[in-house]
């Protein structure tokens, strides 16, 4: 077989036959990418903290620590993977990610120090979230242009699926085998729900099989870029260093910070700062659950909106959502206004991330998009490694949460006035 980047088919004609565009089935494969990546998200290793703790005799502030230092040194690698995303393609990445993550987490079933902790948070917030899921949205892109609203909201259910699913699954798990178990067995998840997959199932581009995005049948639809938010123009494709002296790629890029840095610090406090106001720890973390109902509902509709509604407008729909979650988690002196809160964080959620996933795609086109997307995922990652930050610097001055959340929400509103600053680039904009 030829290179798989190769746009010349190589591939046997059985899949012209089928009665759909193959591109869904390597759309449910990026899915299940994504939802694999459940372990190493937050809400998941939080199920691990008290336990590990018990056991190692560590403080949480040192595991803590070791999290975010972690997370600070995976957030350098999506600039290397991006690289070689476009240089090798999707499904060796996805598959050596799965392969690789596993592995990590039976390193860290045999932890017995803070270090052993660090390289293990390090390499499963590096393979899930670094490789993986950077990984699974570029292969999306790759599939769809038309449709592209649409499939990347579908594969963002994932996200929505394991928050719902690994956070229960690990705490069965430590229940049945402990901590050391548990870790375990999800790395056997990983393997038994991705490798085959990925492996067999997975092409990387619709060219390589002879076809076109979203199954049009000529190339020129196939290419209908909305880059100029205008219908039938011919998709520019930039490499990373001609993106990055564009002004419209910085703009974009604050805003792959904004949401992060935010949400991961309401994240982290929310039952703090709900029990603060009176509720009980069990109602402050049942927030949680409206949250993630409402962000699976809203990222399967949002895909709709773009394919319809230009990228930059539904982005700045999503940031100023944020503000209005951060404006009734002030106000949450009720229960109806902290329900208000959870359900407002998951539009915000659903509308940013999804909407991210499919901008760079829109606007720099799909030849260099692993590297593009290589950079912004950098910044994700790096802004839910400082999300920690604000809010207990507030705690520490002022005795409390309410100034630090009034004081981040700059953050949304300067983003909302850079990604209304931030049109789709033409071929004028090209440096030479």
């Known amino acids: 077989m030829r290179n798989t980047l190769n746009p010349t088919s190589t591939e046997p004609h059985w899949f012209h036959r089928l009665p ?3 591109g869904w089935v390597v759309l449910a494969v990026a899915t299940l990418g994504i939802f694999t990546t459940g372990p ?4 998941s290793v939080s199920v691990f903290l008290t336990p590990i703790l018990g056991e190692l005799h560590l403080s949480r502030t040192a595991v803590s620590s070791m999290y975010a230092l972690g997370t600070v040194v995976a957030a350098f690698a999506p600039l290397f993977i991006g690289y070689c995303i476009d240089r090798f393609g999707s499904q060796v990445v996805i598959i050596l990610a799965a392969l690789l993550l596993g592995i990590a987490c039976f390193w860290l079933s045999l932890a017995d120090s803070l270090l052993d902790l660090f390289f293990g948070f390090a390499a499963i917030r590096m393979l899930a979230i670094g490789a993986l899921s950077l990984a699974c949205t570029t292969l999306v892109a790759q599939w769809f242009v038309r449709r592209r609203g649409v499939a990347m909201s579908i594969a ?5 699926g394991n928050s719902a699913v690994f956070p229960p699954l690990s705490q069965m798990f430590i229940d049945t085998y402990g901590w050391r178990g548990a870790w375990r067995g999800l790395g056997l998840v990983i ?5 085959l997959p990925a492996t067999f199932l997975i092409r990387n581009r619709p060219e390589v099989m002879g076809l076109h995005p979203d199954g049009d049948e000529e190339a020129d ?5 909305v880059q100029a938010e205008k219908p039938r123009v011919v998709e520019l494709n930039w490499t990373a260093r001609q993106a990055l002296r564009t002004r419209t790629f910085w703009l974009l890029l604050y805003t792959a910070m904004v949401s992060p840095t935010v949400v991961t610090a309401l994240t982290l406090y929310q039952i703090a700062f709900l029990v603060e106001r009176g509720f009980s720890p069990h109602f402050a973390a049942s927030v949680f659950s409206v949250r993630a109902i409402v962000h699976a509902v809203v990222t399967f509709s949002i895909g709709f909106v773009l394919d319809r509604v230009p990228a930059r407008y539904v982005l700045a729909g999503g940031l100023g959502v944020l503000i209005a979650a951060m404006g009734a988690l002030l106000q ?11 359900a407002l964080t998951g539009v915000t959620t659903a509308v940013t991330s999804t909407t991210h996933s499919v901008i760079w795609a829109n606007y720099y086109g799909r030849r260099h998009l692993g590297s593009i997307q290589g950079i912004s995922t950098a910044v994700f990652i790096g802004g839910t490694a400082l999300g920690s930050l604000p809010l207990a610097i507030a705690y520490d001055f002022f005795g409390g ?11 949304p509103l300067l983003g909302i006035v850079a990604v209304l600053s931030a049109p ?4 004028a904009d090209t440096p030479s």
């Open 401 to 411: 949460y309410a100034q630090g959340v009034v004081a981040l929400m700059i953050l």
């Open 40 to 43: 190493a998200q937050t809400y």
């Open 156 to 160: 963002n259910l994932g996200m929505a």
């Open 424 to 427: 789709p680039p033409t071929a």
């Open 191 to 195: 393997w038994g729900l991705l490798l």
């Open 20 to 22: 759909f565009f193959y």
């Open 221 to 225: 639809k196939a290419q209908a870029s």
């Open 332 to 342: 949450s002196y009720t229960p109806l206004v902290a329900i208000l809160y959870g």
